[in-house]
């Protein structure tokens, strides 16, 4: 099974999860940018949540299905249409062969996910199927797809039996707001910055810039004030870290950031919310809303369980054992 | 050392040793990535060590924030060298003016000869602090103070893969073609990155290397053994043995 790709749209890579384990040697995790959407684009058409699927940037791609397949779409809206019939979000659609899948351009958000029965079948590389376009690794030839490239479907066992199972399935749709309030965790540098740098960063309200992509999003806005320069011994990055460069505007790092930077991190985006930012346009407006992790990870069921193993050591050996290397 | 346990968001521990780029807090850093290595930790996904801290990722759902640190904090480390234990790669490094373009202006600013900046580039045994931003780029400590030197004030768009190079305090290799604004002195024929090799990254935080001048012909013939797949890394054993 195999589609092929007739005209490749602005940014369309193959992503899935992401590369786990080599951030030590400088590869950093890649992965689809807005997870949810990611992974309600597999569950519409049966795969495991992390199968390797198209993420389709601003302008959409056209490609002509080389088999029967059943497809479907999450997250931005992009006017899809197959042979000229309308395509929505959240719904799963069998393509016969030689049908045409073409998508225009983001209406709402700016990413899609489309997923295949099967997944997208490229080569793992390092434990991953994603695209990493500066290591020029994963994802098909370690690059965007252009026109001409076939991409092999892998088999699903829906396509035998269970197609018109999976014609059922719906996903709930996001609509993505142009004003957006994500939740941050302050940290590791927050006290880099005065008190009313802190202030501003959180009453106040940033726009977009037309600097997004899958490495990070450029803010602007009120400068924030630091107590000295925010360039600082490299340290380590995270998706959703918030870098203030020396010129006080803030860059939130996504998916393809760079493993270790050497400016200050006033906050952290708390996972979940990630989502969010990666549907962003330039000229949305977003607010930081300060929780505790404590807030965020309010209850645990690994802890829950150690909390009891630990009051009943007689337990413990025999029920649980990872709580007593956990200790 | 005053440790700091920091939240990096809700997947991410930072343990920060200190602030500075400093040889007793990177060895704590290394020797504390270890420690968490060795105990397997439930629900941690990966560790990132670098000069001063290190990045812990773990799985919100297998083990809380809270939880993790106490379980780290319980960790023992240690802030002295465990160079014994360690191997150094020996790193051939052809000094020539084509792999070079920048030793004769180095040469005037610092009042050294050509020989001079090679011949002390090349005597030390330098300490992998970090690698991080490119994959397979190595954060070299301990460049001698004689042959620091400013980054260029306009960085070059393409430096080659293989290219050695100083900007101010440090010195290291280009793993793959990029920008940048380090002055360059040499090139190896070593790939730092190769992902086409079962590991596809040459060494990691904590081992040490050393350049070895040689000429072009050298060059060219580790290169092709390279890329016959015959060449052998060529490493300095460490005195106890106990290295890898």
Known sequence: MSIRIVNPGAMTTVQDEGRFGYMDSGISESGAMDKYSYRKANYLVGNKKDEAALEITLMGPELIFLSDNVFGYMGAEMEATLDGEDVLRGRTYLAREGQTLKFGFAKNGIRAYLAFAGGVDVPVVLGSRSTNIKCSIGGFEGRKLQAGDVLEIGPSRYLNHGVNRLLKRRAEQKIYQSEIQVRVILGPQDDYFTENGLLDFLNGSYKVSTDIDRMGIRLEGKTIEAKAPTDIVSDGITFGSIQITSSGMPIILMADHQTTGGYAKIATVVSEDLQYLAQARPGDVIRFQKVDITDVQKWNYFDFLTSIYESNPGLEMIYYPEAVHAR | ?244
Not at chain 2, 94 to 107: K, R
Not at chain 2, 124 to 141: C, H, N, S
Not at chain 2, 210 to 237: A, Q
Request: aromatic fraction near 10%.
């Open chain 2, 1 to 244: 050392m005053d440790v700091r346990y920091l939240p990096a968001g809700d997947e991410a521990l930072v343990i920060e040793f200190g602030k500075t780029i400093d040889e007793e807090i990177n060895n704590s850093v290394i020797s504390m990535a270890a420690s968490i290595r060795n105990r397997k930790i439930k629900g941690v996904r990966e560790i990132l060590p670098t000069y001063r801290s290190l990045m812990v990722f773990y799985n919100p759902k297998k083990i809380s924030y809270v939880r993790l640190v106490s379980t780290v904090k319980s960790l023992g480390y240690k802030d002295k060298d465990e160079a014994e234990s360690k191997r150094t790669l020996i790193v051939p490094c052809c000094y020539d003016d084509s792999f070079g373009p920048d030793l004769s202006d180095m040469s005037t600013e610092l009042g050294l000869s050509r020989e001079e900046i090679v011949k002390i580039h090349s005597a030390e045994k330098y300490k992998i602090y970090m690698m991080g931003f490119l994959p397979g780029f190595v954060y070299l400590g301990g460049l001698d103070k004689r042959i620091n030197i400013p980054r260029l004030k306009t960085p070059r768009t393409k430096i080659p893969a293989r290219s050695v190079g100083i900007g101010g305090a440090q010195t290291g290799v280009y793993p793959v073609d990029s920008p940048g604004g380090w002055r360059l002195i040499g090139s190896t024929p070593l790939d730092f990155y190769d992902i086409k090799r079962e590991h596809p990254i040459l060494c990691e935080a904590g081992e040490y290397i050393r350049f070895k001048p040689i000429f072009r012909d050298e060059y060219d013939d580790i290169r092709r053994e390279i890329e016959l797949g015959n060449y052998k890394n060529e490493y300095e054993e460490a005195v106890s043995m106990t290295g890898r």
